[in-house]
């Protein structure tokens, strides 16, 4: 059975795309705009689109499709979405050329699971057309700015969102809550190593919920949750 969209915050809200392990995210601005962050897998698109219908929006409202990385459960769903809105999709120019071919990044080879997983056919997604390639630091000019925070290594071009009137923070895969806080899985990144180190940039961002791309938002001080789990994780 589908979830219903979770409201994070005043006109923002998590879409549970495959139970609340796979999430997308709507935000809306006050004269209706709507943005859309992460489709899920390609069997998801028509959920972003129910989700919209749910909160009274149509696919003509949405101005701005965003994907926090290429990755397939995430930019899986982009192309039936953009088809359905006539908008191209944004993302961080590290990762365009791969949401335009279809294509995945290398994952990391340093693990013998990395290695036996590479054998495998790759993934492949729908090729979709890319708007704006984002850039760190960014403040994409919608609902009081959404802030690219570029932390690569689950993917070159991986970027975390934070919308800075909500005080949202979309962490993205930089950091799973399945089960408790977690980090994605090694190999299911492009450098580990990166991962770890640049999923400190979220300890330093001022936010009051952290929304992930799998998992559970955390609403209580997630600042301070995010910051321990670095610190005994190794992070």
């Known amino acids: 059975m589908t979830k219903s969209p979770v409201l994070l915050a005043p006109n923002v809200w998590r879409i549970p795309l495959l139970g609340d392990y796979v999430n997308g995210f709507m935000l809306r601005d006050g004269d209706g705009q709507v943005t859309l962050i992460d489709m899920g897998l390609a069997s998801s698109g028509a959920k972003v689109i129910d989700a919209l219908r749910s909160i009274g929006s149509a696919p003509t409202d949405v101005t701005r499709l965003m994907l926090t990385h290429c990755h397939p459960d995430h930019a899986g769903g982009a192309a039936y979405v953009s088809r359905e809105t006539g908008r191209p999709v944004d993302i961080h ?10 294509t995945q990044p290398e994952a990391d080879r340093s693990s013998r699971v990395g290695k036996l997983f590479r054998r495998l056919p790759e993934p492949k997604t729908e090729k979709v057309t890319v708007g704006e390639e984002l850039t760190e630091g960014q403040v994409v000019p919608f609902a009081g700015g959404i802030r690219v925070v570029h932390t690569p290594g689950h993917s070159p071009g991986h970027a975390s969102y934070l919308h800075e009137e909500s005080g949202v923070l979309i962490t993205g895969d930089a950091i799973f809550n399945v089960l408790g806080m977690r980090w994605p899985l090694k190999m299911l990144c ?8 640049t999923a400190h940039r979220l300890a330093e961002l001022e936010y009051t919920t952290a929304a992930f791309t799998h998992g559970q938002e955390i609403r209580d001080n997630p600042r301070a949750a995010i910051r321990k789990f670095l610190a005994r994780s190794g992070g």
Not at 96 to 102: P, T
């Open 190 to 197: 492009s450098n580990f190593a990166m991962t770890k180190k």
């Open 93 to 102: 120019a590290d990762d365009a050329e791969y949401v335009r071919s279809g």
